[in-house]
């Protein structure tokens, strides 16, 4: 009881007092599923990588990417990109770049040389996959990754299918395609071109304990056009089909001067496209329904106007000659479906290309016990399984959203339902988070920062070359637009919740670590949820 | 702008913290070892404004001092709610003087420190004082007045919550016109506060040409702090008022604290901006121009305007208070003068 002059109470801090009994609502860290991984059909975790790609570790960024998806280069340039679609950051200014960044991610992974890594140890079991297009080479990766080998079937003399036989140069260079595919075969997968499964269970018989079929949907459909002898009737999927390794001219497709394409899907938009850059003087797409209900993208419509295409919307082919063609105008009537007006008009044609869709060659798939189709596409589980016990199937044969990141998603997941199928489980996927909505972030904490525009080649080599349509962005605009990421969702640590508590109830765990609440002194005011930026914390009752 | 803001950083420098800026130019506030001058524990309400800003502003002059800081703490809230003897939250010096005459308080320590530096001191220690609105604008003023006027070596730190909140939310002369307090009720013809009373401090500490004036909210951390640090590179007379929202008495949320700060600087409502030796120096813009009842609304204090009939010309009033604010001060250009 040493104490100075006057002085006699100990000093007392406020500590003692635990303000925290006061409160009535507590507050919660929590995880919510942002939306641009919730539209993504190949299940990538793209808030994670433009985490890492934020502070400039591009590897680290590519190798968050590529746990889900291997083709980040491929992907980069001919996904359509749901996920921009879904991005919160619309509501701020514009979607996040988020294409653009994967591409960046994927060519900086090729230039450098980055190759994958995996720690699983080898399982001993043999995965048959048939067909190297998206959905196999997918497959393939997942499988080697835990531990499995993965043995490629193909028909073709290269790998990629439709990305190889279907989408044009101007859009996917195939250095980048061969690059991707090279690295997964130097992954481990094994690739045998040239090889057509016949019948599937015969081929399963070759030591193999499960089998992937990815086959794609590779036969045109046809309409009947009354034609004449002379005139040229061909299929777009031919058409592309031939440009690859057509190098001289010779090789390549003649078409004529004047090339009409029927269909309105992004196939008639590509060979309208190509027929321009092969020399036609015209190429004029012909389609029975409106432009809002072309399937074909808007901005692929948008480019291939740029490039002199035109378009006749609401026409039918009613006949083709050796020079021309017939069209009938339609009108849609009250439910939107596109009626024959009767009113005809003739357009000058060299060749009609037809773009009318394709089904899938399911011959390998006689008499498997089993296994069902409805309209042409094989009917799988939730896992990709079909009716016949370890015979997965995914990518355009299994369903009817066709592109290159559905096939990669399927791949994945039937990947993950091999491989618990071989070790006699089902794969049950985790519960996923509750969604980040916009309406639970705090936009007022994101800089002012409008979306990077990528550069475009200039319209006379568009219309002349195969050369490379969009061009990608540079280190220092790929930083840029990965900092667009709002991180919806999820703590990224900008501190906000510590720094806003009036009783300094948070604790701060230090880097990758987040925070804790100091519930002693918590009196639930809710200022850390309402601060924060990402809405990463919830305000719930306390029990009593 | 009184500091350099980071652009494109994801946050920039509008949160608390940010991974992707060097350390050295992160927030004091966002230190996992900082300060805590004003520890937990303390009593003052949910989502209080003022035990938000007291903790910005005092941890930012101790990281500016390295933690040689001297506080001295008129009566209000803030030295109720952090310390009834014996207990206190304060993690410095601190003295609490009457409730109006902390300035001339923070003189006499000053004026101790001069002594002991001629005795032989080595160590530069400072001096803070605080208070509320009602301790500095009113009953404090002749003390501040003449603590500027000798230019005497104190911060002094106002926290304006508009009102005598510790009594029951009385009217101060920072009080703002319309707002309705216990001694200006929402009654008769013109209710709330009048029109045409009360005064703006920060524009008189100008006229006294004191080395340094500043206006922060604490909405805005990272101007606040630079204010603080600033403050502490001159020697002599400077003052910051912080507007920091009250939720009982200004009847908000009390998760809403931070918002409403953001809106009376976005609304021009409440200007912020630093001066030196008389002349302003620098402003924070708006960023997102707002009109005022985006302010009023969410606040209770002005809930008679918008009855069944919204007092639409009491609320024109307001506009017009603000759009002073924006011209006088450029506030949507960021006093590009
Ligand atoms: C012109 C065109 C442009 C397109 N553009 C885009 C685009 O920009 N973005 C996008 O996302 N999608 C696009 N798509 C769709 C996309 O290419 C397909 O959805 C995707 O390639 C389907 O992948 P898959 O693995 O299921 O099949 P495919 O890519 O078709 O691959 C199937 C592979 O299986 C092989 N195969 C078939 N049968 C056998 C057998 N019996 N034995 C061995 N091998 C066999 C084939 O040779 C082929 O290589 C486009 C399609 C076309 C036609
Ligand atoms: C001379 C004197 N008169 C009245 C009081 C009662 N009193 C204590 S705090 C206070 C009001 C404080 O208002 P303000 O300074 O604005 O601080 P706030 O509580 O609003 O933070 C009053 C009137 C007092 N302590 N001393
Ligand atoms: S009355 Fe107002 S100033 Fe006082 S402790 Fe409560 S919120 Fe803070
Ligand atoms: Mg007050």
């Known amino acids: 009881m040493d104490k100075p002059f006057a002085i006699t109470l100990d000093p007392g801090s406020s500590l003692a007092n635990h303000t925290g009994s006061w409160r009535t609502f507590r507050p919660l860290y929590v995880d919510r599923l942002p939306p641009c991984n919730a539209a993504c059909p190949a ?23 590529t746990e889900n998806n291997p083709l980040p280069a491929i992907m980069g340039r001919v996904c359509y990109h749901p996920c921009e ?3 919160n950051r619309q509501h701020v200014d514009a979607a996040v770049g988020i294409n653009a960044v994967e591409r960046f991610l994927g060519d900086e992974a090729i230039r450098r040389g980055w190759r994958f890594e995996s720690s699983a140890a080898a399982t001993g079991k043999r995965v048959l996959v048939i ?24 028909a073709a003399p290269l790998a990629g299918g439709m990305m190889r036989y279907g989408i044009p140069k101007y859009r996917l260079p195939r250095d980048v395609l061969d690059a991707e595919i090279r690295r997964l075969v130097e992954f481990g997968v094994e690739l045998r071109l040239q090889s057509k499964v016949m019948n599937v269970l015969a081929a399963m018989q070759e030591g193999f304990d499960a089998v992937f079929l990815g086959v794609g949907a590779h036969i045109a459909k046809r309409a009947y056009i009354p034609a004449g002898d002379a005139s040229k009737i061909i299929d777009a999927i031919s058409v592309l089909h031939d440009m690859e390794g057509a190098q001289g001219d010779e090789l390549r497709p003649m078409l004529g001067r004047r ?6 899907g992004n196939t008639a938009i590509d060979v309208a496209r190509t027929a321009k850059r092969l020399g036609a003087e015209e190429a004029v797409i012909v389609y029975r329904r409106t432009r809002e209900k072309m399937p074909a993208h808007d901005f692929e419509v948008e480019e291939a106007l740029q490039e002199g295409i035109s378009i006749k919307w609401l026409s039918t082919i009613k006949e083709a000659g050796e020079d021309d063609i017939m069209v009938e105008k339609m009108a849609l009537d009250a439910s939107g479906f596109p009626q024959p007006t009767g009113e005809y008009e003739r357009i000058p044609a060299d060749s009609v290309v037809l773009a009318l869709g394709q089904d899938a060659d399911l011959g390998l798939l006689a008499n498997v016990p089993g296994l069902a189709t409805d309209k042409g596409l094989v009917q799988v589980d939730a896992g990709m399984m079909t009716g016949h016990p370890g015979v997965f199937a995914g990518g355009d044969m299994a369903g009817n959203e066709r592109t290159v990141t559905v096939a990669v998603g399927h791949g994945k997941r039937a990947a993950r339902a091999i491989d618990a199928w071989l070790k006699g489980e089902t794969y049950v996927s985790p519960p996923k988070h ?4 916009f309406e639970r972030m705090n936009p007022w904490y994101y800089s002012d920062a409008p979306k990077t525009v990528r550069p475009v080649l200039d319209i006379i080599r568009r219309q002349s070359t195969f050369e490379e349509v969009l061009g990608g962005l540079d280190e220092g605009n790929a930083l840029f637009e990965a900092r667009r990421c709002m991180s919806c969702g999820n703590c990224f640590e900008c501190d906000n919740c510590y720094g806003v508590c009036p009783d300094n109830a948070v604790i701060k765990l230090g880097p990758g670590k987040r925070f804790l609440f100091n519930f002693d002194y918590c009196k639930g005011c809710g200022m850390c949820a309402t601060e924060c930026p990402c809405g990463a914390i919830k305000m719930v009752p306390e029990e009593n | 702008m ?26 004091v506030q966002s230190q996992e070892k900082r300060y805590n001058s004003i520890n937990s524990g303390h009593r003052a309400c949910q989502g209080c404004g003022e035990a938000l800003g007291a903790r910005y502003a005092i941890d930012a002059a101790m990281e500016a001092t390295n933690g040689r ?23 410095l010096p601190w003295i609490h003087s009457l409730f109006g005459n902390t300035a001339a308080v923070a003189t006499g320590i000053a004026a101790a420190i001069k002594v002991k530096k001629l005795k032989g001191e080595r160590r530069n220690i400072r001096v803070v004082a605080q208070g509320g609105d009602g301790g500095t604008t009113d009953i404090g003023f002749g003390c501040l007045s003449g603590m500027f006027e000798r230019n005497d070596d104190v911060l002094y730190i106002c926290y304006d919550n508009g009102g005598y909140m510790n009594t029951g939310i009385q009217r101060s002369s920072a009080t703002p016109p319309a707002a309705r307090t216990a001694t200006t009720m929402a009654v008769g013809p013109e209710p709330g506060n009048v029109f045409g ?10 006229a006294h040409e004191i080395p340094y004036v500043a206006t922060a909210t604490v909405a805005d951390l990272r101007d606040l702090e630079a204010k603080v640090r600033r403050a502490m590179e001159f020697q002599g007379a400077r003052y910051i008022h912080i507007l920091v929202p009250c939720p009982l008495g200004w009847g908000t949320a009390s998760n809403e604290t931070i918002r409403i700060a953001r809106l009376a600087k976005e609304t021009g409502m409440f200007p912020v901006f630093e001066a030196e030796y008389g002349e302003v120096k620098s402003v924070v813009a708006i960023r997102h121009p707002l009109p005022v009842e985006e302010y009023l609304k969410p606040q209770k204090r002005y809930a008679h305007l918008f009855g069944k009939t919204p007092q639409v010309e009491v609320i024109a009033k307001l506009q017009a208070l603000a759009d002073r604010n924006i011209k006088k001060y450029g506030l949507l250009d960021g006093g590009a003068r």
């Open chain 2, 197 to 206: 009373q009360g005064k703006f401090v920060p524009a008189i500490a100008m």
């Open chain 1, 259 to 264: 090339v009409v394409v029927y269909g309105g």
């Open chain 2, 69 to 91: 800081l001297i506080c001295a703490n008129a009566t209000g809230c803030l030295e109720v709610f952090s310390t009834p003897y014996p207990e206190t939250s304060w993690q």
């Open chain 1, 131 to 154: 067909g190297s297009g998206p959905a196999g080479l997918s497959a393939a990766y997942h499988l080697t990754r835990m531990g499995h080998q993965a043995v490629i079937h193909e």
């Open chain 1, 434 to 437: 509750e969604l980040a909505t």
């Open chain 1, 85 to 87: 679609g879904a991005c």
């Open chain 1, 43 to 65: 299940g990538e975790n793209i808030q994670s990588w433009l985490y890492h790609a934020e502070s400039g570790d591009y590897e680290k960024a590519w190798r968050a990417l």
């Open chain 2, 2 to 27: 009184s500091f350099q803001p980071v652009k494109f950083y994801q946050t920039g420098t509008f949160t608390v913290g940010n991974r992707l800026l060097p350390p050295e130019e992160r927030s």
